[in-house]
């Protein structure tokens, strides 16, 4: 047995699996932005009944990963809802999730100037129309 079974078998199991969950995560975050970098986060809640994006003008460049992430004690799925394939920055139209993902594609800036993308957030039939800034890849 090695050292680090034996350790884990004295922790209870729900605190093991934390750990390992954990120690994935941690894994997985720094790995996720295409351009080397920590990802573009966007915030998601609900305040007063209605969602809220922090920020409302996301900012960034092609190649980027942006993770769109639920705050508050209770994670609810939400809707990223972009008009078409063709007016988003992503391979993708629309994701669901409590967290959603994305790689800015290549020639999302187009002309390779800054490109502004309208988008929805669509929490529990409640939306908000915010923007997300692409600037061409430096």
């Not at 079974?5 to 605190?15: C, D, S």
């Not at 920590?38 to 305040?47: C, D, E, F, G, L």
């Not at 994305?102 to 999302?108: E, Q, R, Y």
Request: charged share 25%; aromatic share 8%.
């Amino acid at each position: 047995m090695s050292r680090h079974q034996f350790v884990l078998t004295r922790i209870a199991p729900a605190t093991a699996m934390g750990l390992i969950l954990l120690a994935g995560v941690s894994a997985c975050e720094s790995t996720r932005s295409g351009s080397g970098g920590a990802p573009v986060k966007v915030k998601v809640s609900v305040v007063n009944g209605a969602p809220v994006v922090d920020p409302e003008d996301a900012r960034a460049h092609e190649g980027d990963d942006v993770h769109w992430i639920f705050q508050g004690h209770d994670a609810k799925e939400f809707e990223i809802i972009f008009t078409s394939v063709a007016d988003s920055p992503f391979e993708w139209r629309k994701q669901t999730g409590a967290s959603v993902w994305g790689t800015v594609k290549a020639g999302a800036a187009k002309g390779g100037k800054k490109t502004d993308y309208k988008y929805s957030v669509d929490v529990g039939g409640k939306v908000r129309d915010p923007r997300i800034i692409i600037e061409p890849k430096s």
